[in-house]
C-alpha cells in the first residue's frame, strides 16, 4: 500500500490573488496511500492550495504535476446547491455518477449513510451532508480524496467519528488523503503527515512533531492568545499582520 | 374559434413548453433578475435586426448572447455587485432599444414589443417559435446532465472536469433564444415571468428536477390557454392575462394542501 508511487508533485508554486501573494514558494509531494493533512490559521492559502491541485486556478509560477489519469475525488468545504432543486441524496449522487463509478449504493454504505439514499437533500442536517458529499467523492474510486476542511458544521462527537471514518475509508480504497484541518488534534491520530502552512509552510513531519515544533507552536498559539499583542517566539521566523514572513533565516520548505 | 386564436394558442403553447425547463434553471440558479436584464436588451437586438435589415429573430439572439457575455466579463473583474450591474445594463439597453428604434424612423410598434402581441401571430412567426422550441428542447435534452452538474454546485463540477464556462454560455444562448422567440408572446417586460412563475409553481408538486422542469411546462401551457380565452373573453391585453393567469396557476399551487401531495413535511420550499 505504501508504495513510493508518487501521486502529485508540487514544486515551488506560488499563487498572487489580487496582489497578495497567499502561497509562497510551496513544494509539496503527496505518495500513494497517505494521509496528509494541511493546517493552518483562517486565511493561510490551505484551500488555496487544494484549489490550484484541482486544477480550478492556475499557480502564478510553479509546476504541479500529477500523476497520468490521476484519480481525484474531491469534498469541497460546502455546497453550493440552492435549496429549489428537488433532489434527494440518491439523485444527487446519480448527477456525478461516470461510467466508472462504483455504486451509490456502495458509496453510502461506506459512509454509513445508506439509510439516507430516498432524503431530500433540503432535510439533511451538516453531518449527514458530510457524509453524502464524502460518498459522492468516493464514486470515482479514487486514488486521491482532497477533502477541503471535512468536519465543518459538525459538532465536537461527529468530528471524531468523521476522521475515524476517513481513516477507515483510506484503508478500504488503499487512497491517499489530502485534507485541510483546523484542529492538530483531533486529525493527529487519523494522519501520516502534517503539513503547517501559512502562505509558506512553516513545518511538516509527523503529528507528534510537528505539534512539539515551534513554529507549529508560535502559529496556533498567537490564535489563542489574540488579547495579547507580544508574544514571545522561539523559533527561525515570525509573521507580520499579513503574515509574510519577517525574520526570513532558514526554515523548512516541504 | 377564430383562426388567430389557434394560432396565439399554438405559438403560446410552443414558447410555454420551452419557457418551463429554462425557467427552472433560472430559479435554481438564482438567475431571475439576469433574464430580466437579458430580455430587456432584447428590444436593442430588434433596433439592430432593423438598421441591418436581419431577421429579427436573429438579431435579437445574437444580442442578447453579446449582453449575457459582456455580463460575464464585467462580473469576473467584479468593480461592482452583480446586482448593480444588472440593474444598469437591464435599463440603459432599454432605454438605447426604445431610442434607436425612435432615431431609425421607422414606424415600428413598440408597444408590441413591450407587452407582447399574441393575437397577431403570423404563420412564418409560428415556424420561428416552433424551430426555437425544437432546437432548446433538443440542446436541454442532449446537455441536461452537465447543466444540472454546474446548477449543483459549479466548482463541483469544474473540478470534476466540466467545461464549466462553455456551458454557462450555452445556458445564456438558450435563454437567448427562449427570449427571441417569446418576445412575440409576453412582451420583453414579461418574458422572465413566464419563464419563473410556472417553474416557482412546480416546485411545489414535484420531487425531481427533470420532474420539475416538465411540470412546469404543464403549468406554463394551462397559463397561456387561460390567459388567451381570458384576454379574448374580457378583451384584455393577452401578454399581461398570460402572466396573471400563470400568478393564479402558482397561487393555486401553493394552497394545495401538503398531504395531497404525499411528501415528507418541509420538501416544498
Redesign the interface.
Known amino acids: 500500500m505504501n508504495s513510493p508511487k508518487k501521486l502529485v508533485e508540487i514544486d515551488n508554486i506560488n499563487v498572487i490573488l489580487g496582489g497578495n501573494c497567499v502561497i509562497d514558494q510551496v513544494s509539496l509531494n503527496i505518495q500513494a496511500g497517505e494521509i496528509v493533512t494541511l493546517i493552518g490559521p483562517n486565511g493561510a492559502g490551505k484551500s488555496t492550495l487544494i484549489r490550484a491541485i484541482?486544477?480550478?486556478l492556475k499557480p502564478s509560477s510553479g509546476k504541479i504535476k500529477t500523476a497520468p489519469g490521476l484519480r481525484?475525488g474531491?469534498m469541497?468545504q460546502r455546497?453550493?446547491?440552492?435549496?429549489?432543486?428537488?433532489?434527494?441524496v440518491q439523485?444527487?449522487l446519480n448527477?456525478?455518477r461516470t461510467r466508472n463509478s462504483i455504486s451509490i449504493k456502495t458509496a453510502l454504505k461506506h459512509v454509513s449513510a445508506e439509510h439516507l439514499a430516498m432524503r431530500?437533500m433540503?432535510?439533511i442536517s451538516g453531518g449527514e451532508l458530510q457524509r453524502i458529499l464524502l460518498a459522492r467523492a468516493l464514486l470515482r474510486n479514487p486514488q486521491l480524496l482532497v477533502l477541503d476542511e471535512p468536519v465543518q458544521g459538525v459538532d465536537m462527537q461527529g468530528q471524531t467519528e468523521l476522521y475515524q471514518l476517513i481513516h477507515e475509508i483510506r484503508n478500504l480504497y488503499h487512497c491517499a488523503v489530502l485534507m485541510v484541518s483546523h484542529d492538530l488534534h483531533l486529525v493527529m491520530s487519523s494522519t501520516d503527515r502534517v503539513i503547517c502552512m501559512n502562505h509558506h509552510i512553516c513545518c511538516s513531519g509527523h503529528p507528534e512533531s510537528v505539534s512539539n515544533d515551534p513554529a507549529y507552536q508560535e502559529l496556533f498559539g498567537k490564535e489563542a492568545v489574540e488579547s495579547i499583542a507580544l508574544y514571545a517566539h522561539h523559533h527561525d521566523h515570525s509573521h507580520d499582520d499579513t503574515g509574510k514572513v519577517v525574520d526570513h533565516s532558514e526554515h523548512l520548505h516541504g | 374559434m377564430a383562426d388567430f386564436i389557434w394560432h396565439a394558442l399554438l405559438a403560446g403553447i410552443g414558447v410555454a413548453l420551452i419557457a418551463g425547463p429554462l425557467g427552472s434553471f433560472v430559479v435554481w440558479r438564482r438567475m431571475s433578475y439576469f433574464g430580466d436584464t437579458l430580455a430587456h436588451s432584447a428590444l436593442l437586438g430588434i433596433a439592430l435586426g432593423i438598421a441591418l435589415d436581419m431577421n429579427l429573430n436573429i438579431a435579437v439572439i445574437i444580442c442578447c448572447v453579446l449582453i449575457a457575455v459582456t455580463l460575464v466579463f464585467l462580473q469576473q473583474h467584479r468593480f461592482i455587485s452583480t446586482d448593480t450591474l444588472l440593474g444598469i445594463l437591464a435599463h440603459s439597453t432599454l432605454s438605447l432599444g426604445l431610442i434607436s428604434i425612435g432615431l431609425l424612423g421607422v414606424r415600428v410598434d413598440i408597444l408590441s414589443y413591450l407587452f407582447g402581441d399574441l393575437l397577431t401571430v403570423t404563420n412564418s412567426e409560428l415556424i420561428w417559435i416552433f424551430t426555437g422550441t425544437v432546437a432548446v428542447s433538443t440542446l436541454l435534452i442532449i446537455f441536461w446532465r452537465p447543466l444540472l452538474a454546474i446548477t449543483i454546485d459549479e466548482e463541483m463540477a469544474q473540478a470534476e472536469g466540466y467545461p464549466v464556462t462553455l456551458i454557462r454560455l450555452l445556458l445564456m444562448l438558450l435563454m437567448a433564444i427562449v427570449i427571441a422567440v417569446a418576445m412575440k408572446i409576453v412582451g420583453v417586460l414579461l418574458i422572465t415571468s413566464l419563464m419563473i412563475i410556472p417553474a416557482a409553481a412546480a416546485r411545489r408538486l414535484t420531487k425531481s428536477p427533470e420532474s420539475m422542469a416538465l411540470t412546469a411546462s404543464v403549468l406554463g401551457c394551462i397559463a397561456v390557454i387561460l390567459g388567451i380565452l381570458a384576454s379574448v373573453e374580457w378583451d384584455t391585453a393577452t401578454g399581461p392575462s398570460i402572466v396573471l393567469a400563470a400568478a393564479v396557476v402558482f397561487v393555486g399551487c401553493y394552497l394545495i394542501p401538503t398531504h395531497y401531495l404525499g411528501k415528507p413535511k418541509g420538501e416544498a420550499g
Open positions: 484541482l486544477g480550478l481525484i474531491y469541497p455546497l453550493q446547491m440552492d435549496r429549489t432543486i428537488p433532489l434527494n439523485r444527487f448527477v456525478w431530500p433540503q432535510e
